[in-house]
């Protein structure tokens, strides 16, 4: 009897072959359209959207203690400590949900960030898969993150912590693209398109891994 052949079995699925990209980051500067995009993306992909800068925000509506100390930073346009956001994503990425994948938004972006990820993957026995870079100019972040602040009020969108807000971008995790560019993660798409035309150079970017 001979054995089947697994490279064709018609009812293998992407998951079960662990080709698909499914371990992701989306990576740029604040106003890029990251949350919106990595929400479609995730989608798509059956795979939580997580983002640190959302359960930060949920922390500070509901008062908690993370919250709180989460506010002060966040309305100063500065990064929460590392040593509280590693721990949160921990304790994020053992959930059930992100078993078979995620797409974290928002987060590494300091480089401790990148080892701390690279550790709580390694811990779980598994690794990232590709790194969605989405590249737009710093005068149309700042004009969009304004009309978000009007629109959605968002406290840290007034133009003295955005400003801030896209230097510590520069600063600390600008650099970090070059780490996942020398390991080959990294896919750009160019975010100053249209929401629809982003998100159909996203899945092609998905797909040409
Ligand atoms: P975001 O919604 O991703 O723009 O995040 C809003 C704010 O939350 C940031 O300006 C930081 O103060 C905080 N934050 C979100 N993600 C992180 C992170 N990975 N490390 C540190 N602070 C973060």
Same mark, same amino acid.
């Given at each position: 009897m001979t054995s089947?052949? *697994?490279? +064709?079995?018609?009812?293998?699925? /992407?998951d079960d072959g662990g080709q698909a990209a499914r371990r992701l980051l989306i990576v740029g500067p604040p106003g890029a359209g990251k949350g919106t995009q990595?929400?479609?993306?995730?989608e798509e992909l059956s795979i939580p959207a997580i983002s640190t800068g959302d359960i930060f925000r @949920?922390? =500070?509506? /509901?008062?908690? &203690? *993370?919250? =709180?100390? @989460?506010?002060?930073?966040? $309305?100063?346009? &500065?990064?929460?400590? $590392?040593?509280?956001?590693?721990?949160m994503v921990r304790s994020r990425l053992a959930e059930a949900d992100a078993r078979d994948g995620f797409l974290l938004d928002g987060y590494p972006r300091t480089l401790d960030q990148v080892e701390a990820l690279d550790s709580i993957l390694t811990e779980l026995g598994t690794a990232l898969d590709l790194v969605l870079l989405l590249e737009v100019e710093t005068d149309e972040v700042v004009g969009r993150l304004l009309a978000r602040g009007a629109e959605q009020g968002r406290s840290d969108d007034t133009e003295e912590t955005i400003r801030r807000r896209l230097d510590v971008y520069a600063e600390q995790t600008a650099p970090l693209i070059d780490v996942y560019d020398s390991r080959? *993660? !990294?896919? %750009?798409? $160019?975010?100053? @398109?249209?929401?629809? &035309? =982003? +998100? !159909?150079? *996203?899945? &092609?970017?998905? %797909?040409? %891994?």
């Open positions: 089947p052949d *697994l490279s +064709t079995d018609p009812t293998a699925t /992407q990595a929400v479609r993306i995730a @949920a922390n =500070v509506s /509901q008062e908690t &203690e *993370l919250g =709180v100390l @989460a506010k002060s930073y966040m $309305d100063a346009g &500065e990064y929460v400590p $590392d040593s509280v956001t590693n721990d080959g *993660l !990294v896919r %750009r798409v $160019d975010g100053s @398109a249209p929401i629809d &035309e =982003v +998100t !159909v150079a *996203l899945r &092609e970017a998905l %797909r040409a %891994r």
